[in-house]
């Protein structure tokens, strides 16, 4: 036993040599846990058996989705930690009020009526009607030729304008269509809108049909109050002229064929005959010197 002795005290130095390292092992697993308790998220202890658990606890439904609108989301206040401060979500939540939707621009404006053709003072008459010869010129390319009386006259292929100066001023616009006589040319149609443009007259107004196939229209121009007579039988050419020159013609009613003629009745006192007229003789003829 006396040689066995130091093999006891190696025994027990090497025991407490292990008692001391495991000691300071849990100690610097406990300095360490402590150091990251702040970056580790808690869990709940997973319980001993997940299989029972599941059994005795039966699943909760989902609950349906609402439209109610979710309590507004606030910034929390700045704390030192920015890692656990929540962020807004970017997409709103479903239920959420849309935008409001941008409003309807309003209609434009109505468009103002173009005003009514104010006649020129009589003294600028014949300027209208100089300016009237000159934008025949212009549109036509034709030089308008001198009438005896003092006013002018434009031919063309399909069409002739003849005007005629003032104080019995007027303006004639003649369709000349050879082949279709009731079919009015490409030219007339021209001088017709240049006449128009030019005198400040309407040509789309109603206009009146006469007993003699005419139609007349009264309107206002800066020449003053004119009519303006189409005439279907020369190839519906117009004739523009002063207001009181004008005398249109009612049309006629149309006769009823089965009215019987009216018959003199006999019963009525008829006037008596007068005495015979005797017709008065011719006088001598004068003796000649």
């Not at 001088?191 to 003699?212: F, R, S």
């Amino acid at each position: 036993m006396a040689h066995h002795w130091p093999l006891g005290i190696a025994a027990g130095l090497i025991a407490l040599a292990a008692s001391l390292g495991f000691w300071q092992h849990n100690r610097a697993a406990i300095a360490a846990s402590t150091a990251l308790a702040p970056f580790t998220r808690p869990t709940s202890a997973a319980p001993a058996n997940p299989g029972a658990a599941n059994k005795a606890a039966p699943a909760t439904p989902a609950a349906p989705a609402t439209n109610a609108t979710p309590a507004p989301v606030t910034a929390p206040a700045a704390t030192g930690d920015t890692k656990t401060q929540p962020v807004a979500p970017l997409v709103p939540a479903l239920g959420a009020n849309p935008a409001a939707a941008p409003a309807v621009p309003a209609a434009p404006a109505a468009v103002p009526a173009a005003p009514a053709i104010q006649p020129v003072a009589p003294g600028a008459r014949a300027q209208v009607l100089a300016e009237l010869r000159a934008a025949l010129q212009g549109k036509l390319g034709v030089m308008p030729a001198d009438s005896a009386v003092g006013g002018y006259a434009v031919s063309v292929d399909g069409a002739r304008v003849d005007v005629q100066p003032l104080p019995n001023w007027s303006v004639r616009v003649v369709n000349n269509n050879a082949k279709v006589p009731e079919q009015e040319t490409e030219n007339f149609k021209v001088c017709l809108q240049v006449v128009a443009t030019m005198l400040g007259i309407n040509l789309n107004q109603k206009a009146v049909e006469a007993a003699n196939g005419k139609t007349y229209l009264t309107t206002t121009s800066k020449m003053g109050s004119v009519s303006v007579i189409r005439d279907p039988a020369v190839g519906n050419s117009c004739t523009i002229a002063p207001l009181q020159r004008v005398v249109p013609v009612p049309a006629a009613p149309a006769a009823n064929q089965n009215q019987p003629p009216v018959q003199p009745n006999p019963k009525q006192p008829q006037p008596a005959p007068g005495p015979p007229v005797t017709p008065p003789r011719p006088r001598d003829a004068e003796p000649v010197f």
